[in-house]
């Protein structure tokens, strides 16, 4: 019979051996885990950061340049990521990160316990168990995830200590604000600042709710959650992102819902190289920065880096100015390429003009061997065979066209035809009084047209240097804007002034060769007569002084007479600050670009110091100043006034925003070269100069005839819009005033027979611009 147990009797098989050793696998498991964490502080597993790589964790930071008005105007950057500070981010913008990312952010120290507990147990299937501060720790110290399970449990274990390290040396807001300033939201928009920018076109401070939540949205995978490829798929996670904001009570169910209705709107601004305002400048800038970066060692003696350093650099553009000047060159240049292909339809050498087809094939020969298609195919070890061959095979291509990028089909051969084609154009505008460029277009489109015509680019300048002879014949010789001189055929002939042959210049139409002219009315006409004679009085070698203390290159400028017609090849950038001496009562203001370069912390590395020089009299500068303003009165620049488009209908087709009609002092002078390859129209009032050049990359790329292809239609136009919205600005303080007459004047430029004239329009013939 068995025996029934005693109450409180002890039963024989005790489950203590169990209890006992429970406990002791769970101890000896948490040894185990303190054990496996101090390897992974020891770098037992892997290089773990010192203390002052947590105190100070590598980044790159995009190298950002400001405008004048505090603009960001681009950046260099390996990665597009320029930092922010935690009182920068929006409140919402924070809410919404710590919603979505790290319900627990103020409660762990960084590791969630729960969190982790959770994702074992359910194997990740109710959310995962990295913290913010963990994720920051996988972006500053992993370098690459390891794809095997067993490598990713040590990484993992080591970004668990990085974290708890990171808690201890920062500040949740620090360590919000590093997350923020890492991670990579894709289309080079690395940071929160960058990604603002280009999915919004706006600063962080400036994010609604909403936009807020997209950005946030993308965390989990901007890869995949990207408002560009997948607009739905991100809209659906925004709605999420307001769901966690409503669990965590930073906004009512009622504003979720009016919120979750709303469309997504994306302003998609890219912030590449090519892309965004003033790239040409920014080009040549990057030009200056390597120069200086050169020269400029940090203390350890190591060089600064322009894509990785954070640098501020500080410039003289002027943001608004800037986007009125690209405006202008892509509203006059787009509208004067339709007329420009239309009086090409029947030529059979198109876009050329005025050379055979031998000579044809020599420019596409050449082109064809400076290209980057040439260039890549020969490192390859082609044959030039096999790359003269590719270059007649249909190839599929993204063309540039003032409609937008094409998608088409066409040879690598007929795609250098086609983009010789184009029309070009380079503007730039100066301070004369501080030499600030506030405006700076190298061309028409940087991506597809790398060429920089402010600078790099040297091309005929045409009448636009008789002003030099004309300031020369009155600073040496105290000529008068009144003195006259025959219109009748010159020649200076061979001997004289280095001349091998005798040089007889003809007046522009071949005609206008009777009587005399005021020097004021000759400039205004661009007599070219005139102009010989003066500088046979001159002779060249003042001329060339005078032009290089103007702050022009004269190395190539021959010591002959002819050069008085604008011969030489010149920048635009040399020619608006020449001119700006004349406006600066004969100052010359060396240009600045650069007022101060600061690193990242605000350390002021670099400011500008001016450079001047005394080039003219305030007599000579303000009398040249003058025979200038009768060109926009009486001459080739009138049809900025409001008189010169009556019954002119056909101008239509190739001049830009006219009316302009200016009535304030403006002082200028077009220019036109050989074949109307080059137009060209500087402009001044007294505090801003303006240049601007067009073409094409191939002088014998040019307009069939003079009534298109004069400076005065080219180029004009461009200065007329740009100074149209510049003036509709007032902040910009840009004067309509008189300029500055010096006192006791004692050369004459009230001129009678000149006033009786300057209200004339039908006094100016078409052709005067050579």
């Known amino acids: 019979m068995a025996r029934t147990p005693k109450k409180n009797e002890k039963p024989t098989h005790s489950n203590r051996k169990y209890i006992v050793g429970f406990w002791t696998l769970f101890g000896i498991g948490i040894l185990i885990a303190i054990f496996v964490f101090l390897l992974a502080g020891w770098g037992a597993f892997g290089k773990m950061p010192t203390f002052e790589e947590l105190e100070n ?22 990665e597009n990521r320029t930092p922010i500070k935690y009182e920068d981010l929006p409140e919402h913008l924070v809410q919404a990160l710590i919603a979505t990312e790290d319900e627990r952010f103020y409660q762990h120290a960084g590791i969630d316990a729960k969190g982790t507990v959770r994702a074992a147990v359910y194997l990740g299937t109710r959310g995962g168990a990295s913290t913010i501060t963990q994720q920051l720790a996988k972006q500053l110290f992993t370098e690459d995830v390891a794809q095997n399970n067993f490598e990713r449990v040590f990484q993992k274990i080591k970004e668990w200590v990085i974290s708890t390290r990171l808690e201890r040396q920062y500040t949740k807001e620090e360590i919000i604000t590093m ?6 939201f894709v289309y080079q928009a690395v940071g929160i600042r960058s990604a603002s920018k280009i999915y919004f076109d706006k600063e962080p401070r400036d994010l609604k709710i909403e936009e807020s939540a997209v950005l946030v949205g993308m965390l989990k995978n901007s890869a995949l959650y990207n408002p560009m490829r997948r607009p739905e798929l991100v809209k659906s996670r925004r709605n999420q992102v307001f769901e966690q904001m409503n669990r965590n009570g930073y906004i009512s169910e009622q504003e979720m819902d009016s919120l979750q209705k709303l469309p997504m709107k994306i302003d998609f601004t890219p912030e590449g190289h090519d892309e965004g305002m003033a790239t040409y400048f920014r080009a040549y800038l990057q030009k200056f920065m390597r120069e ?49 292909d239309r009086q ?37 070890g082609k044959s030039e065979e096999e790359i003269r061959k590719s270059f007649t095979e249909d190839a599929e291509m993204r063309v540039f066209s003032w409609k937008g990028t094409i998608d088409t089909v066409m040879t690598p051969r007929d795609s250098i035809l086609y983009y010789k084609s184009f029309l070009q154009a380079g503007m730039m505008s100066m301070v004369p009084q501080t030499g600030e460029v506030k405006a700076w277009v190298g061309g028409t489109n940087f991506k597809h047209f790398k060429y920089d015509h402010v600078k790099q680019g040297k091309r005929q300048v045409g009448s636009t240097f008789k002003p030099f002879v004309y300031a020369t014949a009155i600073d040496q010789l105290k000529f008068s804007p009144c003195d006259t001189l025959p219109r009748a055929r010159f020649t200076i002939e061979a001997g004289k002034h280095n001349n091998q042959n005798d040089w007889a210049p003809k007046n ?29 009085k001159t002779g060249p070698g003042p001329v060339i002084d005078l032009a290089e203390k103007l702050g022009v290159d004269v190395s190539n400028i021959p010591e002959v007479p002819s050069i008085a017609l604008g011969t030489a090849d010149l920048s635009l950038f040399e020619m608006v600050s020449a001119f700006s001496t004349f406006a600066n009562q004969g100052v010359y203001v060396k240009p600045v670009l650069v007022n101060r370069i600061e690193d990242k912390n605000g350390t002021v590395l670099y400011q500008h110091v001016p450079e001047t020089r005394d080039v003219l009299s305030k007599e000579a500068a303000y009398v040249t100043t003058s025979l200038l303003e009768g060109v926009t009165q009486t001459g080739s620049g009138i049809r900025l006034r409001g008189t010169w488009a009556k019954g002119r209908q056909d101008y239509e087709r190739a001049v830009t925003g006219y009316p302009y009609d200016f009535k304030n002092p403006i002082a200028g002078k077009t220019g036109t070269t050989q074949n109307q390859s080059d137009g060209w129209f500087i402009g001044m009032v007294p505090n801003l100069a303006t240049g601007v050049w067009v073409g094409a990359e191939d002088r014998s790329v040019h307009f069939p005839s003079i009534t298109y292809g004069q400076g005065a239609t080219m180029a004009l136009p461009i200065w007329g819009m740009y100074m149209k919205d510049v003036y509709a600005n ?16 004692s050369i004459e430029v009230n001129c009678a027979n000149y006033a009786a004239d300057q209200n004339s329009d039908d006094s100016v013939p078409d052709e005067l611009d050579f």
């Open 179 to 184: 997350y923020f300033n890492k991670y990579d």
């Open 730 to 745: 007032e902040e910009l303080k840009v004067s309509k005033e008189g300029f500055e007459r010096p006192e006791n004047l």
């Open 344 to 380: 090409n339809e029947n030529n059979s050498t198109a876009p050329f003009r005025d050379i055979d087809k031998t000579e044809v094939e020599s420019l596409v020969e050449s082109a064809m061997k400076r290209s980057e298609r040439w260039r890549k195919m020969e490192a390859q």
């Open 508 to 536: 522009a139409g071949n005609g206008g060769y009777e009587g005399m002219i005021s020097l004021k009315d000759a400039l205004a006409q661009s007599v070219n007569t005139v102009t010989a004679r003066l500088i046979d």
């Open 292 to 340: 200086w970066i050169e020269e400029n060692p940090k203390p350890d003696g190591s060089e600064y880096s322009l894509f990785r350093d954070g640098l501020k650099i500080y410039t003289s553009i002027d943001s608004k100015m800037q986007e009125y000047a690209e405006d202008a060159v892509t509203r006059h240049i787009s509208h004067l390429q339709k007329e420009f």
């Open 57 to 78: 964790p590598e980044t790159n930071l995009a190298t950002e340049i400001f405008s004048s008005d505090g603009e960001t105007l681009g950046k260099y950057y390996s």
